[in-house]
C-alpha cells in the first residue's frame, strides 16, 4: 500500500485541473459504491466527511473577506 505521504507529494505534483479531476474521480466512485451497496460505511463516511471540507472550506473563504 502507498504511503499516505507519497499520496500528497503526487496530489501537490498535478496542475490543478488533474487535481480536480483526481477529486471528481473519487466522488463518481463513491457514488457507485452506493449505487450498489446504499449502507456502505465506507462511502458513507467519504460522501460526510467531503459535505465536512467543503463547508469548512466555504467558511474560512467568507471570515477571510
Known amino acids: ?3 499516505s505521504d507519497e499520496i500528497w507529494d503526487a496530489l ?3 496542475p490543478a485541473e488533474e487535481a480536480l479531476h483526481v477529486i471528481t474521480k473519487l ?3 463513491y ?3 452506493l449505487s450498489r451497496q446504499p449502507s ?5 463516511t467519504f460522501f460526510k466527511r467531503l459535505s465536512a471540507a467543503i463547508s469548512q472550506t466555504s467558511q ?5 473577506r
Not at 60 to 64: A, I, K, S, V
Request: charged share 30%.
Open 27 to 29: 466522488f463518481f466512485m
Open 40 to 44: 456502505s460505511p465506507e462511502a458513507l
Open 12 to 14: 501537490g505534483e498535478l
Open 31 to 33: 457514488e457507485e459504491e
Open 1 to 3: 500500500m502507498v504511503k
Open 60 to 64: 474560512c473563504n467568507l471570515n477571510r
